[in-house]
């Protein structure tokens, strides 16, 4: 997709794009968080993010499928948003000396990343809704529904202790 060839015209290429948007993303985030677990150091959140990289990796496949079912090859389109996300957690976790503030940075980061990700899970689910595309908008669910899992786990994590830990 170039940037204003307006290859975007109905809105199934626009579930297709974010589709593609959202495979990128995915595939960065796989990359990104090995190196979250390196740097973690509470045993419950490098378990987390270890439980999280392996969910991510069933997630490509599930976008795989939605991209089959839809008639589709799988294919990843730039995602600047999910670039910058992870840009700025490496650069914040590159400034944090001590281990626990450390903790609480990658917890932070990791939320930015849910979030991203739940907006777009949302997006798509309601146009594959919308398209009479509801078996696509069923296995995007369980996508959304680890992503929201995730979030919650990490929002738990981090008031019960790794912020006490942190300050
Ligand atoms: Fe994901
Ligand atoms: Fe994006
Ligand atoms: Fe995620």
Not at 59 to 75: C, N, W
Not at 135 to 150: I, R, Y
Request: aromatic share 6%; hydrophobic share 40%; with cysteine.
């Amino acid at each position: 997709m170039g940037l204003f060839t307006h290859d975007i015209k109905t809105l199934d290429d626009l579930f297709v794009h974010t589709l593609q948007d959202i495979y990128y993303a995915e595939h960065q985030i796989t990359k990104a968080l090995p190196k979250m677990i390196a740097k973690a150091t509470h045993p419950e959140l490098k378990q987390g993010f270890e439980t999280h990289l392996r969910q991510t990796e069933t997630q490509i496949q599930r976008l795989e499928e939605v991209f089959r079912m839809h008639g589709h090859s799988p294919k990843a389109v730039t995602c600047p948003a999910i670039n910058g996300i992870i840009e700025e957690a490496n650069e914040v976790a590159g400034e944090v000396a001590d281990k626990d503030v450390l903790d609480a940075a990658l917890v932070a980061s990791a939320q930015a990343v849910e979030h991203y990700e739940i907006t777009r899970y949302g997006s798509l689910i309601a146009w594959a809704k919308q398209l009479g595309r509801d078996d696509c908008a069923g296995v995007l669910q369980q996508n959304l529904d680890e992503e929201k899992a995730t979030d919650h786990l990490l929002t738990a994590l981090a008031e019960r202790q790794v912020n006490q830990r942190a300050a």
